[in-house]
């Protein structure tokens, strides 16, 4: 044995190589953006009305999470979406499959997709706000509104592309149509749904810290409209960061949920 690596194995190394090199490089360029920051600031004797350092901003992150307002706010703004994001999965998965097995319900419903689904869905908070008011409903229905429309239509695509061998043998086997769309439609069109939820979770984010700052009650986009409204700029963009991190987390969990769904249906 001449104790070379197999060949997989040199792959194997290749690859965990340059994602070390790719995931250095992405850090080491944020570090050089927020020293490059701070220098400026301080050099060019910038007023932290308009641009705070990294410094004075990490400051004010750490004392507001530390008073605990942060943490709830985020905690609140977590929950208004994905109860909503919840929901908009649910409903939209079964009217996509729905939609996708059953030609009158594809055929009431596609026109009302088409008319809705373009229609910017931050234009109907004040709709939505004389309807539901500013509570609960009224975020839940926003959240929802956000997701629904992605998971629809990558259901619907994802169901439709399914491969029709696979549903007549299952047919053939004496399936039931409950047990094709349960064993054989749904899971063959994971890849898409799951393509519309990290679509749909993306703008249930931005809709609801938008209708947040609407009606600013509690929330990260409440924090974020007063600390505005104050000229308190160093608590603007600690909640920036906040809601920053948090999309960064939710698409490293997204990236991690499609790998698995990838291995899944191989």
């Known amino acids: ?15 965990a190589s340059g994602a070390h090199a790719q995931r250095l490089i992405s850090w080491g360029s944020v570090l050089v953006v927020l020293v490059a920051w701070e220098v400026a600031v301080r050099l060019g004797h910038i007023s932290p ?3 705070p350092g990294p410094i004075a901003i990490l400051r004010s992150l750490i ?5 605990g307002g942060l943490a709830l706010d985020c905690a609140i703004t977590l ?18 499959v729905w939609m996708a ?10 026109l009302f997709i088409a008319a809705l689904y373009p229609l910017p869905k931050i234009t109907l908070i004040p709709l939505l706000m004389i309807w539901f008011g500013t509570g609960g409903g009224f975020m839940l ?4 509104m956000g997701a629904f429309f992605p998971v629809v239509i990558n259901t ?7 491969d029709p061998g696979l549903v007549l043998a299952a047919r053939d086997l004496g399936a039931s ?19 519309g939820m990290r679509l749909g979770l993306g703008v249930s984010i931005i809709l609801v810290v938008a209708a947040e700052m609407v009606a600013p009650r509690a929330g990260l986009g409440a924090r974020l409209f007063l600390a505005g409204q104050v000229l308190d700029t160093e608590q603007v963009f600690a909640v920036l960061i906040v809601l920053a991190a948090i999309g960064i987390v939710l698409g490293r969990a997204q990236d991690w949920l499609d790998l698995l769904v990838a291995r899944s249906t191989r």
């Open 1 to 15: 044995m001449d104790g070379s690596l197999p060949p997989h194995a040199t792959r194997s190394t290749v690859r």
């Open 79 to 96: 929950y208004r979406i994905f109860a909503g994001f919840a929901v908009a999965v649910v409903l939209g998965v079964l009217l996509g």
């Open 141 to 144: 229905t926003i959240s929802a």
């Open 156 to 162: 619907l695509l994802g169901v439709r592309q399914c």
């Open 177 to 195: 149509p409950r047990q094709v769309v349960a064993r054989v439609l749904i899971p063959s069109a994971l890849p898409a749904i799951f393509a």
């Open 101 to 110: 097995t059953t030609p009158v319900v594809a055929g009431i419903a596609d």
């Open 63 to 67: 004392e507001q999470f530390r008073d």
């Open 49 to 51: 009305l308009y641009l």
